[in-house]
């Protein structure tokens, strides 16, 4: 690895009060024209003055200070590698304030970052761009030169010169739009000053769009931008906007401090949204709902990213992180309320099940790894920052909060939060600053614990085990660490809410403690010993549990009888799943337990039953007895597939179609006849007209007839994803095409990845769907991503979407030698932020194939045994 010169934050003896910017982008040419005029203030005299600036081409730069002669800039050097510019001035600039003038021009870019391009079609078909911006982290330097660092914040004055025929769209409501002297063609459109803000918060919208409007109860505007002809799509984004808003003002008690938002669907969109303050932007799948032909997983996809980036209107933007140390304080904290205001908006989500599938269990997953990282890292060079936008800054950061708010009560939560967003509005804060003001409004010992969760990787394992004496249950627990190689000597401690419930009240914590002890003992008076005792009820302490054998068998009839609640249902078979992986229990335990939900009704706690089967499914296809599995899990799914049938009934709601699909594909894939054939039987009609099919079966449907399909079948999938007028159902199907299984059709499908039918940011989901779909397809696709390494590596330069890509390409292969060929592969083709990626990829890999050493054998003998008629 080439060592990383040491990372130096930028000089503050030139400090920006307000940026006057005005951009005049050519729509044609890629390129851009920009003219800076900033107040600064020089707090100590010196003759150079450095900025960020990436790509950028500076024509001319002057100071004048105030009230005195304009002094013309020497010259310019520019630091390429720590994306700085110095400009150098004949003589000292004297304390004081001045304007500091930059004539500079730039590239519209194809990399989705900083000031880009973004390719869309017109109704009729034309091919165009739009001009739009995605400065997070740290890419504003690409469309201006400016101090981008998020603690360096000034009020921005926003000029845009544009194609009269265009929208043109930044954070703040226009308040002037003029013919352009020079052209007519164009318009001069000027906005409002905002706020005090960081740069990264900075936003730029020209091209062409409709929109739907709406008010909140307060009385602001907000507005969702859709492409062209499409803006009945926006409506229920809207909806779920004009409540948030409001919502999110009674939470925090602070108002939204802006006159209008905006909501926009871009086309070309590396992440899935960005909280600019006031005018949010969107991948078209995160906002664009169609109410004949979006599924119910999109609307609650939608509702959720929705939530999350208007959190950040308060969380991230009113206040903001002092460094990208404390990245994960915005970003967990706003994947945690996206939760609690979808809950608001939509109880019959039941969203909190889902967030335990979705984010928590995801969470302990990666950090359980040796090369995890803790919440809190030590940010320096831009390149890192990229690393983090990863499930440890979401997901965990969004589990501890959880964790948290339910140890201090939601009272004093509120009271809390509202005490920190008045006292650093329009500054700059650290975690330490939000657990002071926790503190102060809880009298908990917020600090302590927390740091605990922050400032360390891992989380603990707890044992527990419990002894009956007479009506008094004695109850045991010893705290392990969850890593099995970390080394004995630097054990960390944890301080731990732990909550306990029994089968009396399930619902209900009988016993709260903290534990911060490796040992503890706890006593539960008059409980029988026919009474089962369940550890962290509602599944919300980080943490495992390894429960005693007499104790998870107690808990077993409370999975067949439902009196365990679903997340704890859930949790405990999860817990169990992991256990088995790390080795400290065998598989064959976790099959029983499986066994154990035929009754089973909800769809989260089969989503996730669903998912660790398909992670042993994938891990088995390296054995002969693949299809044994493939038996377990359809008898498994038969039952409930039996249930639910494949047609929805009067009054099922949102759950019962999230849980038809997920067991209809499970069942398709792993090759359940009469599922197999109802499924070409439908996709028959929906491909010659006749009945189309409604979309929440689209994507068990379409998976299964792929699985085993033919050539004809890609065929006719390729000729409906080009049909597809909707990006949702053009991302349907580029996710399922990877379940085709000849040889050559794989190939196919990865020729596709790269063609233009698919959009840059969408490739890595066809590529980790071929990767995903089967042992054949994992080496097919990690061939096709170091033939095209180039290309990729180029397409994504850096950002989060290469991280993705290794991860969905080589995380399931099982044979320890592929370790070692991913790790000599990026030790030639550095990927700088996707270093940690490949570690854990490498991690995984071992930990897969010693998993198959250990268990495959009990595994095979036990999905025999099974089969074999009791005598």
């Known amino acids: 690895m080439p060592e990383r010169r040491p990372f130096v934050r ?18 044609i040419d890629f390129t851009f024209e920009g003219k800076l005029e900033a107040a600064v203030e020089v707090r100590q005299g010196t003759n150079q003055i450095v900025m960020n600036c990436a790509d950028i081409d500076i024509i001319t730069a002057s100071f004048a200070p105030e009230g005195g002669e304009e002094i013309n800039a020497t010259g310019f050097n520019y630091q390429n590698e720590d994306e700085k510019v110095t400009l150098s001035f004949p003589s000292a600039l004297q304390k004081g304030l001045g304007t500091l003038k930059i004539d500079f021009v730039g590239e519209l870019n194809d990399k989705m970052k900083g000031f880009y391009r973004s390719k869309y079609a017109t109704p009729s078909g034309e091919i165009r761009y739009a001009a739009v911006t995605q400065f997070e982290a740290t890419d504003a330097r690409r469309a201006f030169p400016c101090w981008d660092e998020p603690a360096i914040k000034a009020t921005f004055d926003i000029t845009l010169i544009v194609p009269k025929d265009r929208v043109a769209l930044s954070n703040m409501n226009v308040i002037d739009r003029k013919p352009y002297p020079e052209d007519d063609s164009l318009v001069e459109v000027k906005f409002a000053t905002t706020p005090i803000m960081s740069t990264y918060l900075v936003a730029i919208v020209i091209g062409e769009y409709d ?30 906007a004009t409540k948030t808003l409001p919502f999110y003002k009674d939470y925090f008690s602070v108002p939204y401090p802006l006159p209008k938002i905006d909501l926009i669907a871009i086309a070309d969109f590396a992440a899935g949204a960005m909280e600019n303050w006031g005018l949010v932007t969107y991948r078209e799948t995160a906002l664009l709902i169609d109410p004949k032909n979006s599924c119910a997983s999109s609307r609650q996809w939608v509702a959720l990213v929705v939530g999350h980036e208007l959190a950040h209107q308060w969380f991230g933007n009113l206040v903001t992180m002092e460094w990208w ?25 039941d969203i909190w099940t889902q967030f335990v599938s979705a984010d928590y269990t995801r969470a302990l997953d990666l950090d359980a790894l040796d090369n995890s990282h803790p919440i809190e890292v030590n940010v320096g060079h831009p390149s890192e920052v990229d690393e983090i936008f990863d499930a440890i800054s ?22 809390g939060m509202n005490a920190y967003l008045l006292k650093f509005q329009h500054k700059n804060a650290s975690t330490e600053d939000l657990w002071d003001c926790l503190e102060q409004a809880s009298g908990k010992p917020i600090a302590a614990v927390m740091n605990s969760w922050t400032k360390q990787m891992g989380f603990p394992i707890i044992v527990v085990d419990q002894e009956q004496e007479d009506s008094f249950c004695y109850c045991t627990l010893a705290v392990k660490n969850c890593s099995h190689a970390r080394h004995k000597h630097d054990c960390p401690s944890w301080m731990i809410p732990i909550s306990i419930c029994t089968s009396e009240d399930p619902s209900c914590s009988k016993i709260k403690v903290l534990l911060d002890q490796p040992e503890s003992a706890v006593t539960i008076p008059n409980l029988g ?13 980080f943490y495992r549990i390894q429960y005693s054998s007499a104790m998870l068998e107690s808990l077993l009839p409370g ?6 609640l679903p997340v704890d249902r859930l949790g405990l078979q999860n817990d169990l799943f992991s256990l088995s992986r790390a080795g400290m229990i065998s598989t ?11 009754n089973e009704p909800n769809y989260t706690v089969w989503s996730d039953l669903s998912c660790n089967l398909g992670v042993l499914s994938s891990l088995l296809s390296y054995t002969d007895f693949h299809e044994e599995i493939q038996e377990f899990i359809r008898n498994l799914f038969t039952p409930i597939g039996l249930k639910l049938g494949w047609d929805s009934k009067p009054g099922e709601g949102h759950l019962d179609a999230l849980l038809r699909g997920l067991v209809l594909g499970k069942l398709g894939k792993a090759g359940h006849k009469a599922t197999l054939d109802e499924a070409r039987r439908r996709f028959k009609q929906h491909v010659e007209g006749k009945q189309i099919l409604p979309a929440d079966l689209r994507s068990p449907v379409y998976l299964t007839v792929l699985k085993h399909g033919d050539s004809s079948t890609l065929d006719t999938m390729l000729k409906l994803h080009k049909q597809a007028d909707m990006q949702e159902e053009k991302n349907r199907i580029e996710r399922v095409l990877g379940a085709i299984s000849a040889p050559e059709l794989i190939q196919r499908v990865l020729t596709f990845a790269l063609s233009d039918e698919v959009r840059p940011q969408d490739t890595v989901s066809v590529i980790g769907g071929v990767a995903g779909s089967s042992k054949q397809g994992r080496k097919a696709a990690w061939k096709f991503v170091k033939d095209n390494w180039e290309e990729l590596h180029n397409r994504y330069q850096g950002g989060f979407l290469i991280s993705r890509l290794i991860k969905l390409t080589v995380d399931g292969f099982a044979i320890d030698k592929m370790a070692a060929e991913v790790k000599s592969f990026f030790e030639s083709h550095h990927a700088p932020a996707a270093e940690r990626t490949v570690q854990q990829c490498c991690e995984n890999i071992l930990l897969n194939a010693a998993w198959l050493k250990r268990d495959a054998e009990d595994i095979h003998q036990y999905l025999v045994q099974r089969k074999v008629p009791p005598v």
């Not at 904290?333 to 908006?345: N, Q, R, T």
């Not at 010993?529 to 599944?539: C, E, M, R, S």
């Open 325 to 349: 140390t404390h990245l994960w304080l915005n970003e967990g904290f706003a994947s945690w309320i996206e939760y609690l205001c979808v809950d608001h908006c939509f109880p019959e989500y």
């Open 394 to 415: 979401y997901s965990k950061g969004a589990s501890v909060i959880r964790m948290l708010h339910n140890y201090i009560g939601d009272e004093d939560f509120r009271k």
């Open 559 to 564: 999975i067949r009888d439902l009196t365990l």
């Open 211 to 240: 929109f739907v409007e709406g008010q909140t109860s307060d009385g602001v505007t907000v507005r969702v931008y859709t492409p062209v002809g499409k803006a009945e799509q926006g409506k229920f984004a809207l909806e779920v």
């Open 10 to 27: 930028l000089p503050t003896d030139v400090y920006p009060v307000n940026y006057g910017l005005c951009l005049k982008p050519d729509l």
């Open 529 to 541: 010993p026919d009474k089962w005792v369940k550890i962290n009820p509602g599944t919300i302490g």
């Open 588 to 598: 064959v335990e976790v099959l029983k337990l499986m066994e154990a939900f035929e």
